[in-house]
């Protein structure tokens, strides 16, 4: 499922575009869910992608494989990539099938640029061919080996990043969500348990409730948050705060306020960290300074 992270920082966003278009609240929050399920789109399209790799592997197997004159690695290929446990799993998954059965557009080319100059540089790499050489044979060699290759060729890649954002906007904000997605699914499977379901956006209606109930808040408290932050500026003018601080800010002492069983240490943490996603480098300092003086003058004890 969306994490509670998750969720904050897609409520940050949704704060930000009203500070930019304020619209209704009815329409900013369809808006705020629609990119929330767009995050589960692209955590399919990269799960498809290393499905996509295993069948672009299997179709040169099988171009060699139909040469009338072979060589000695065409007629006896070496299988271990294609037959990747982890790998197979993926394919196999009924949720993945029947979404990108439904949602064509992410399902991979095998014939797409970067899908086969991926895969070039992969079998090319010195991981791949140690991989392949090894005499290991175990579940737990093929899910470390996919892991890896995710990190590096998908997670950490900025032309696979660049061609995303290129297909869909807000997905340049997102990546870094569904690569998370993704390790956790690779990382949650078992050999002896075949994988059938995925991560979840939203879990249940408590999940869906806690984004809307935070954004209505934000919204509602927009002008007394302004003082609330004004009062506590030292040396510092409300106007010279950059918009995505103000928003960030805005959001976590809404949250204070509203969510008092939410221990207030977690609270600040959690956007220290949205700040390091979406603010400046020294923007989490100035975010901390705030949220704890916040808590100290309203003596909040949890």
Do not use: C
């Not at 808006?31 to 399920?37: A, D, P, S, V, Y």
């Not at 399919?44 to 790799?53: D, H, K, P, R």
């Not at 086969?116 to 090319?124: C, D, N």
């Not at 297909?167 to 699914?185: F, G, P």
């Amino acid at each position: 499922m969306l994490g509670r992270r998750q969720i904050r920082e897609k409520v940050v966003m949704a704060v930000y575009a009203y500070f930019q278009n304020p619209i209704q609240f009815s329409t900013l929050e369809k808006n705020m869910f629609t990119e929330i399920e767009k995050i589960f789109n692209l955590y399919i399209y990269e799960l498809n992608f290393l499905v996509g790799l295993k069948q672009l592997a299997e179709q040169q197997l099988e171009i060699g494989r139909n040469k009338f004159l072979k060589s000695e690695t065409e007629l006896n290929p070496n299988r271990k990539f294609i037959d990747n446990r982890v790998l197979e799993q993926l394919e196999a998954n009924t949720e993945r099938l029947v979404f990108t059965g439904s949602h064509q557009d992410l399902k991979w080319d095998l014939h797409d640029d970067l899908l086969v100059k991926t895969f070039q540089k992969i079998v090319a790499g010195k991981r791949y061919n140690d991989y392949m050489k090894s005499a290991e044979n175990s579940f737990e060699e093929d899910q470390k080996f996919i892991g890896k290759l995710f990190l590096k060729y998908v997670a950490e890649n900025s032309d696979f990043h660049t061609y995303v954002e290129d297909r869909e906007l807000s997905w340049a904000d997102d990546i870094h969500i569904a690569n998370s997605m993704v390790q956790k699914t690779l990382g949650f499977m078992k050999e002896d348990e075949a994988s059938h379901t995925l991560i979840k956006m939203v879990k249940d209606d408590e999940d869906r409730s806690f984004a809307s109930k935070m954004l209505r808040d934000t919204l509602n408290n927009l002008e007394n948050t302004e003082k609330k932050l004004e009062e506590r500026l030292l040396n510092w003018e409300l106007e010279r705060i950059s918009t995505m601080d103000k928003v960030i800010l805005s959001v976590a002492i809404s949250e204070i306020d509203s969510f008092p069983l939410t221990p207030s240490r977690v609270i600040i943490n959690e956007y220290i960290e949205i700040s390091k996603v979406f603010s400046t480098d020294r923007s989490n300092i100035f975010i901390n300074g705030i949220l704890d003086k916040y808590i100290k003058d309203i003596n909040r004890i949890v």
